[in-house]
């Protein structure tokens, strides 16, 4: 015991003892660095900006400072801060700046390059958020997962694996996780494809499985939306297809040779179509935070010509209908986005919590935009109308799947610029007076995770409350019989 105890004030005593260098030359080159964490704003409560430096030298040592606090110092390459410190260091300076130092030592002479500068907004950002993490394969699938994330540290919750009910064959696919309220009461629900397949709902301990395609339905239940206070979700229901492309950047092409919505009660089990609509696609519901409205993605179709002549062509609008709370019932589109006027292709409506604006990707054509690499995310301020391209946000590579944190400061959204394949998150922050800012990857314990890790980041979801379910219970409900929806008009 004595020994540990040596060993322990003795790191201790290392750690204490590091000093910035003194009078050190300002570095020949430019910093190379993974994630280069610079020109953003972060939350109060993230987890450590840990990152890789990849310049050559003997020695490193970087330092973080601020207005209030002792300075943070870290010896070597690689900058991993120690989390308790760093936790109270945020907590001392929020609202202001802080300061990244990089020296490098070589041939005895110290190094010192360009002060890098980040803000710590003084709004937390959510807790936690569940992601789906996928090989980005096309005509079959492996290994998936869903996760849960803390983003106050770097702890990772695996809610599912895809393999472990029925390991000896390629496992299922799972996907569409979707939350009512950031999951605030731990109502989410869950599509499984394959063995055991169906739609599992959760409500605290409680898993249910259910076949939400009843006889009649073209197409089983596919993109989710909870209303936010009634046992209620929104679905499309999809019948997706799937092309490849030789001469095309865009390696594939997913698209719907039919699409409608329909309404799904939890609490009684009736699926309530919204009209069937063979010349329309419609797709990504999304409910304003007040429940009055379902906005969702719309598009002119020609079934003659699907595939041959008119995949780039087919580009969809946003819409919304007026919900009555109280007999279920919708009234008529109203256009909210004629994105075809305009060349485009608008998707994945998501309004901010206060209902002041509206999240969305756009692409050329199309509504699967993660395989587009003319996907951008844009907003709408729905006091106005007017809609713009989010600048700070974009990159030249694809921006698809978002979501708003519970108090409305934070966007989360996948991006393939660090590589052009694989998804990585994001996250940037969003002011009171609807500026989106410069976004940063998500911090990671090891910083060249990413680098390092073959899958792709899917569906990222804000919660701001734990998944109550686990993969025993969730095994154990795929094993029941699942409860029959029945359609009702």
Known sequence: MGVFFLVLAGLSILSGSLRV??????????????????????????APLNFHINNEAYEYLTRVSSINGKPLLVKGKTVQWEIRKWKRFLEANKGQPILFD????????????????????????DPYIVYRLIQPLYTTYEEMSINQRSLESFDVKRVYDNRKITPERSGQCVNCHAFQQYNQRGVMQLHFRGDFGGTVFVDGKKNTRVNTKPEGLSAGA???????????????????????HT???????????ESDLILYRVDNNLVVPMGTTPDWLETFPSWSPDGHYLYYSIA????ANYYVDQYQRIRYNLVR?????????????????????????AALPRLSPDGRYLLFSMADYGNFHIW????DLYLMNLATWQWRKLEAVNSQDVESYHSWSSNGRWILFSSRRDDGSYTRLYIAYFDQDGIAHKPFVLPQRRPLNDKQLFKSYNVPEFITHPVTTDQHRLMKALKQNPVQATVTN
């Open 21 to 46: 260098p003194t009078n050190p030359l300002p570095a020949p080159d430019d910093l190379e660095a993974y994630p280069l964490y610079a020109d953003a704003v972060i939350p109060c409560n993230i």
């Open 102 to 125: 990089v020296y490098v030592k070589r041939d005895g002479v110290w190094f010192h390059f360009p002060t890098l500068k980040n803000l710590v907004a003084p709004e937390p950002i």
């Open 222 to 244: 596919v993109y989710p939306a909870w209303h936010p206070t009634l046992p209620l979700v929104a679905y499309s229901i999809n019948k997706i297809g799937q092309d490849f």
């Open 247 to 257: 001469k095309d950047r865009q390696k594939t092409e997913v698209m719907d040779s």
């Open 300 to 303: 002119a179709f020609d079934t």
């Open 321 to 345: 209908r007026a919900f009555n709370q109280t007999d279920y019932s919708l009234g008529e589109a109203d256009t909210v986005l004629n994105a075809a006027q305009f060349g485009k292709s």
């Open 372 to 375: 587009h690499k003319t996907s």
